[in-house]
């Protein structure tokens, strides 16, 4: 990971910082609201909006309760692929194909690398373990490598670039997205994979990383959208009018057609709930850009989108160590506390940093 005076192969666009921001407030939340989950069954209290929070935690049902929350995941790789087309290309087109997969392959590198410390740091080795070696013997390697966090953004990163150089039509890219949704929607009803349930573990059936397959298709489907608005940034409003928008519009009623058929689900990434993201993001882009054009500009969510990777290392990592640190009785019986403790700290303490990094012009970025 590198800290960099800001400068780029591509011009930064406000509103994309500011939508890229939006995805980095909903990490933190639902980092902070998934770590205080509670059990309904034994009367403990969820601590936080329960919208605010995944909706399988509160009802396990068929079809499962889907929140904000669970749409933020999809959101967040629609924007990776969204501003990957424009890193990646820009070096694609300015220095060659070798020295975008050189950019390409160190992020991906380090996407990687980061994962493993977050995992080494958040469960360390043991008395057990008498060596290193023993402790990587039995490392969760599956995690690290397809369905933790930061794996999932560096398996969407690969999907993209890989993508991204050999469709270089952004239309392409996009039906390509929906081939993997379609794919993935026939091997879903098919149930050839857990969908984990104690019946399909009882069964044996294998646990593939559907979730990282489908993320990685709305990685591929948000690079055709950024495609689409790179392309006309002398005049972005053509772009949200004749593309954006309606392809945004048709994605959600997709999305609510398929919900008739193969609901939304968040462990397994239905198509509905891809389409779902997509649509959403599409009309968050078209938001804050009117916004932007009318003069208002949310700070705190630019901040938050131009260092967007430093606060998924901090929701990823850093949270998990401040709350365990937290009694969880105390936060329990005083509603106030776990308010200030929860709600408030964490997150101010995150746009404080961003703020500051902003100001200085220093951006985290591999």
């Known amino acids: 990971m590198a800290k960099v005076r800001a400068k780029f192969q591509h011009e930064r666009y406000v509103w994309l910082d500011q939508a890229r921001g939006v995805v980095g407030l909903l990490y933190m939340i639902s980092a902070l609201t998934w770590a205080n989950s509670a059990d309904l069954l034994a009367g403990e209290r969820f601590l936080g909006p329960p919208y605010l929070d995944h909706g399988f935690h509160y009802f396990r049902g068929n079809p499962p309760m889907i929140t904000i929350i669970d749409v933020g995941q999809p959101i ?218 009318v003069g208002i500009v949310l700070v705190t969510l630019r901040a938050l989108g131009r260092n967007l990777l430093l606060v998924f290392i901090i929701g990823a990592v850093l949270f998990e160590i401040y709350l365990d640190a937290i009694p969880d009785t105390w936060i329990q019986n005083y509603p106030l506390a776990a308010m200030v403790c929860i709600g408030f700290i964490p997150i101010f303490s995150v746009v404080l940093v961003t703020r500051v990094l902003e100001r200085y012009n220093i951006v985290f970025r591999v």
């Open 76 to 293: 967040f790789l629609f924007f990776v692929g969204f501003s990957g087309y424009i890193a990646f290309s820009s070096r694609l087109k300015k220095t060659g194909v070798l020295s975008a997969w050189r950019y390409g392959g160190v992020r991906i590198a380090l996407l990687y690398a980061l994962s493993a410390i977050g995992k080494i740091i958040n469960d360390p080795p043991g008395e057990e373990h008498a060596s290193w070696a023993q402790y990587f013997s039995g490392f969760n390697w599956y995690a690290v490598l397809s369905v933790d966090v930061l794996a999932i953004i560096a398996v969407g990163c690969i999907g993209t670039y890989v993508a991204i150089t050999i469709f270089r039509k952004a239309l392409h890219r996009v039906v390509l997205a929906l081939g993997i949704f379609i794919a993935h929607a026939f091997v879903y009803a098919l149930y050839w994979t857990d969908r984990h349930t104690a019946m399909d573990y009882m069964l044996g059936l294998p646990e593939l990383p559907v979730l990282t397959f489908a993320l990685m298709g709305l990685s591929i489907l948000g690079s055709g959208f950024g495609q689409w608005v790179h392309e006309s940034r002398e005049d972005v409003g053509s772009a949200l009018r004749e593309r954006i928008v309606p392809w945004s519009c048709g994605c959600l009623m997709v999305s609510f057609l398929l919900e008739w058929v193969q609901p939304s689900e968040h462990h397994d990434g239905t198509m509905a709930l891809m389409l779902l993201g997509a649509g959403l993001s599409g009309l968050l882009i078209t938001v804050l850009y009117c916004m932007e054009q």
